[in-house]
């Protein structure tokens, strides 16, 4: 089959229709059993996929999939880790990852020991190589498994509570800036594209992200990624220059896929001109969020200073979402408005959505900005009350 497959100019990762069809050539003519019919898929998967992994790939329920040596494969179901049957050899892993990079036209050396590329169904792969790590190539490919496209649909998972729900989408159709927080695989990703499933359909998306995770349906929507440096050490495009980008390209609305490092002055910049944004950060509740968001600027030079960075940031951002795990699952933690106002340097925040014994219930906070939502129709102190009552 693979000799096949090279005289009919057949690309297996981008064609895998046209190897499937090569397969059942191959066997139409034999005599089918359960042994045989295991036997091609697995040359499907070896040829057109990427192996003894692929059957984990292709399972809806795999949210992550890992190998730390290649005798220890490990997948993560639920935000919960499990070590996999699969056994391979250090030369399987370096071919794999051989085939998932030949796609993304990114690459890893000694010069560049690490590497960040999406694969063709959308998953996100990061590769370490010795010496950085202590023996073997260090490998995880985290899957975007879509659970949910609309803040409704994540009520129904159990995420949030429908008044939250109901808060979230009035405080997107009005264009506050939102801010949503959490730590490793708490689900940020997925609930800042259901939160961009509110945005009007009017409205003109740009999105930056240093690889594509965000899936969106908009009707205007223009993805944007990072590129690192070539061969030549040169052509590199940093998130900060995306940013810088975005805002020549007409956006309504901007989106950072995550907040990390020094772009996030550029991102405070583009909020401060009224320009609504949105944007994921790692943090372990709102108000750390928050004073993280008040240092990253810092990274961006020594002429940046916490007299100008506090102060703006308590007049862009308007609401931050802090996200969490519990044996339950994902769940929303916090919903807290920032009122604009600094106290002694500190920012001062209210909770308008807060846990209790659990469950996600209404807190005494207001969010900012109350004439925005007037200016779409929405009286949210109204609904808000309705929720209390």
């Known amino acids: 089959m693979r000799a096949e497959v090279r005289a009919r100019g057949i690309d297996p990762l981008r064609d895998p229709s046209a190897v499937k069809t090569l397969v059942d050539e191959v066997v139409a003519s034999l005599v089918l059993d359960d042994e045989l019919t295991g ?22 329920s795999v949210e992550e999939l890992w190998i730390n040596a290649p005798g220890r494969v490990f997948i993560a179901r639920d935000g919960r880790s499990e070590l996999t049957t699969i056994v391979l050899d250090a030369a399987q892993v370096r071919d794999l990852v051989e085939r998932m990079l030949r796609i993304s036209g990114r690459r890893l050396d000694l010069s560049t020991p690490f590497v960040d590329a999406m694969l063709p169904d959308g998953s996100r792969l ?15 490919i985290r899957r975007f498994v879509v659970r949910a496209r609309t803040v409704s649909e994540l009520v129904d998972l159990g995420v949030l509570t429908a008044p ?15 801010l949503v927080a959490g730590g490793t695989q708490s689900g940020k990703t997925t609930f800042l594209t259901a939160l961009l499933g509110s945005v009007p359909a009017t409205e003109r998306i740009i999105s930056c992200e240093e690889v594509f995770e965000l899936r969106l349906d908009h009707p205007d929507h223009v993805a944007l990624q990072t590129r690192s440096l070539s061969l030549e050490g040169t052509g590199d495009i940093p998130l900060r220059r995306l940013v810088t980008e975005a805002l020549r390209m007409r956006p309504t609305r901007l989106v950072v896929g995550e907040v990390r490092q020094a772009e996030a002055l550029d991102l405070l910049i583009a909020m401060n001109s009224g320009m609504p944004a949105m944007a994921t950060l790692h943090a372990n509740s709102a108000r750390e969020a928050i004073t993280k968001l008040c240092t990253l600027p810092l990274l961006a030079g020594g002429n940046i200073d916490p007299s100008f960075v506090v102060p703006t940031v308590a007049g862009c951002v308007d609401v931050v979402v802090h ?7 994902r769940c929303v933690r916090e919903i807290a408005a920032v009122s604009g106002r600094v106290e002694s340097g500190v920012i001062e925040m209210a909770a308008i959505f807060g846990q209790e014994d659990g469950t996600l219930v209404r807190a005494a906070g207001v969010p900012p900005h109350l004439d925005r939502y007037r200016d779409h129709g929405i009286d949210i102190l109204a609904r808000l009350s309705e929720r209390d009552g």
């Open 164 to 178: 939250a729900a109901a808060f979230l989408e009035a405080s997107v159709t009005a264009g506050l800036n939102i």
């Open 39 to 60: 036997a091609a898929i697995s040359a499907f998967h070896a040829i057109a996929g990427f192996g003894p992994l692929q059957p984990y790939l292709d399972d809806p």
């Open 323 to 329: 996200l969490g795990t519990s044996p339950a699952g």
């Open 126 to 140: 990061h590769v370490v190589i010795p010496d950085i790590t202590r023996e073997h190539w260090a490998v995880n």
